[in-house]
């Protein structure tokens, strides 16, 4: 079975400096790799999506994040961060003939110091 | 606007009884899910239904019921057989059927705490 797993449970910044969050997932073949992100008591948004092609993808809100297959990774980084960017991220995988049933890592909880 | 709406976004519940949370979609999707979030633990997946009048079991079904009778709606009940009810739960649904590539699109949630 696939599995993610997001190796920092909390991460604090400071504002304007550059963040990387860590994803790295277990999966026979290649995967669909997600990023999404959660604002407090609120559902997830999705930020940017993997299925194939340009390793590096863009996403919304200044993000990307980089397909390393030899590393199983799926890093998402921001070249400066915003106030607004405190939040709850969570890494997903998908897979071919899982429909789009995802399986979610346990979270990365963001904070930004002004 | 199309989105997905959840209620209620908070609910009490006593020990022993049943409560059911509703979903609903106006976004045209074959496919809906459920998933529970608890600190420190992510999403975990309850029951998923691609298409109507069909659904599955996820990772955690036990003691959760669903239904699907209708493309727009997919109610899910939480009965007294499941032992730590208290979580905030999450609603979605995506495009297609297929290979996992689409996006999920989530609802709002709907927190229940058992007294």
């Known amino acids: 079975a696939q599995s993610v797993t997001q190796p920092d449970i909390h991460i604090t910044v400071s504002e304007g400096a550059s963040l990387e969050l860590r994803c790295n997932y277990s999966?026979?073949?290649?995967?669909?790799l997600f990023w999404y992100v959660q604002s407090p008591g609120q559902g997830l948004q999705l930020l940017l999506k993997y299925f194939s092609g340009d390793t590096l993808v863009q996403g919304i809100k200044g993000f990307e994040a980089e397909f390393k297959r030899s590393q199983s990774s799926f890093n998402l980084r921001k070249p400066s961060v915003h106030w607004s960017d405190a939040a709850e991220y969570f890494c997903a995988v998908g897979f071919t003939g899982g429909g789009n049933k995802l399986t979610f890592g346990t979270g990365t909880q963001l904070k930004v110091e002004l | 606007d199309g989105g997905i709406t959840q209620s209620p976004k908070y609910l009490f519940r006593k020990e022993g009884q049943n409560v059911t949370l509703s979903c609903e979609q106006n976004?045209?999707?074959?496919?809906m899910y459920w998933y529970r979030q608890d600190p420190g633990q992510g999403l975990r997946l309850i029951y998923y239904s691609q298409i109507v009048n069909d659904f599955q079991k996820g990772d955690i079904a036990e003691g959760y019921s669903v239904s699907r009778e209708k493309k727009e709606s997919f109610p899910l009940t939480v009965t007294s057989a499941q032992k730590n009810p208290t979580a905030f739960y999450l609603c979605?649904?995506?495009?297609?059927?297929?290979?996992?590539?689409?996006?999920?699109?989530f609802g709002e949630g709907s927190r229940l705490t058992v007294l």
């Open positions: 979605a649904s995506s495009s297609g059927q297929g290979a996992g590539t689409g996006e999920l699109f």
């Open positions: 999966y026979g073949a290649t995967p669909y």
């Open positions: 976004l045209n999707h074959d496919a």
